[in-house]
Nanobody, 120 residues
Framework: QVQLVESGGGLVQAGGSLRLSCAAS????????MGWYRQAPGKQRELVGF???????GYTDAAKGRFTVSRDYTKNMVFLQMNSLKPEDTAIYYC??????????????WGQGTQVTVSS
């Protein structure tokens, strides 16, 4: 079993930055791709960005140029650095992982989520 725990959410003004962290525990050696999703009120959960077990990142259009996903393999952690935040980035952010081979869209492990609120 793999468990994911996020931290780092909070309230920030538009234009500000936040760094989310996600720590994996358990059988973390099974983890392949890791990434971040978010869900805004009244909207479906959407992918923000991911990083493969080989260190290759990928981003959706909403995140490109502003967000960076990184990974610390020694600490079994993944991070989401968010810059130039906008009110529309307000959402619950979830860490996700796929155990074994597969894409981020096939994530089978989820964190509990951390709230990010961006004020205008």
């Amino acid at each position: 079993q793999v468990q994911l725990v996020e931290s780092g959410g909070g309230l920030v003004q538009a234009g500000g930055s936040l760094r989310l962290s996600c720590a994996a525990s358990g059988n973390f050696f099974r983890i392949g791709v890791m990434g971040w999703y978010r869900q805004a009120p009244g909207k479906q959960r959407e992918l923000v960005g991911f990083i493969t077990d080989g260190g290759l990142p990928g981003y959706t259009d909403a995140a490109k140029g502003r967000f960076t996903v990184s990974r610390d393999y020694t600490k079994n952690m993944v991070f989401l650095q968010m810059n130039s935040l906008k009110p529309e980035d307000t959402a619950i952010y979830y860490c996700a992982a796929k155990t074994g081979p597969g894409s981020i869209e096939e994530s089978d492990v989820w964190g509990q989520g951390t709230q990010v609120t961006v004020s205008s």
